[in-house]
């Protein structure tokens, strides 16, 4: 089955860059898109198709993919940007979402 | 603007069933489908499945085979979620969201369904 693999945790000090790495074997083939999923809220888009970023998203937010592996980046990092990131592809093959291990964002 | 709203807290004893609603304003209802999602308490996203709202046709995840059943009221502007048989490991936050070209661009704020005795 299709799987998306992301680094459990990332620390990340204020001012700093923080990279989420997502990784599949097939990730070559589909779009990419990232959720940020603060403390006891629902999911927000902050990515989509790979390095679109949604309208009222910061300009700190970016994203990229290589290979086999898709980044979210957040540059100059605010203790407000804390919260679980996910990653997630529509897989085609099998017509289904997939969603990333997640991630979550602490900020020192 | 667009909103999905929810239907409020669950309780129920194992062996029961729920129906959770997702009632979607700011927007034509049958122009985007809803993905139901599930969240187990510290747990990741799990995709459940979505359902076509100009078709009304579910397509449902592997692990949510059986129980699990969506439907819609396009009338109310509105898509279901129904669990039969409860089990423990139900006990979880349950999230529906807007598809939109294959990504989801705006979710519900979750409903929390718990199963004990």
């Known amino acids: 089955s299709y799987v998306l693999t992301q680094p459990p945790s990332v620390s990340v000090a204020p001012g700093k860059t923080a990279r989420i790495t997502c990784a599949g074997n097939?990730?070559?083939?589909?779009?990419v898109h990232w959720y940020q999923q603060k403390p006891g809220q629902a999911p927000v888009l902050v990515m989509s198709?790979?390095?679109d970023r949604p309208s009222g998203i910061p300009e700190r937010f970016s994203g990229a993919k290589s290979g086999s592996t898709a980044t979210l980046t957040i540059s100059r990092v605010e203790a407000g940007d804390e919260a679980d990131f996910y990653c997630?592809?529509?897989?085609?093959?099998?017509?289904?979402?997939?969603f990333g291990t997640g991630t979550k964002v602490t900020v020192l | 603007q667009l909103h999905l709203v929810q239907s409020g807290s669950e309780w129920k004893k194992p062996g029961a069933s729920v129906k959770v609603s997702c009632k979607a304003s700011?927007?034509?209802?049958?122009?985007?489908?809803v993905h139901w999602v599930r969240q187990a308490p510290g747990q990741g996203l799990e995709w459940m499945g979505w359902?076509?709202?100009?078709?009304?046709?579910?397509a449902y995840a592997q692990d949510f085979t059986g129980r699990f059943v969506f439907s819609l009221d396009t009338s109310v502007s509105t898509a279901y979620l129904q669990i039969s048989s409860l089990k423990g490991e139900d006990t979880a936050v349950y999230y529906c969201?807007?598809?939109?070209?294959?990504?989801?661009?705006?979710w519900g704020q979750g409903t929390l369904v718990t199963v004990s005795s």
């Open positions: 997630q592809v529509w897989d085609s093959y099998t017509d289904r979402y997939v």
């Open positions: 359902i076509n709202t100009n078709t009304g046709n579910p």
């Open positions: 969201a807007r598809d939109s070209n294959r990504r989801t661009d705006s």
């Open positions: 097939n990730i070559g083939r589909e779009s």
């Open positions: 700011g927007y034509t209802f049958t122009d985007y489908g």
């Open positions: 198709d790979d390095s």
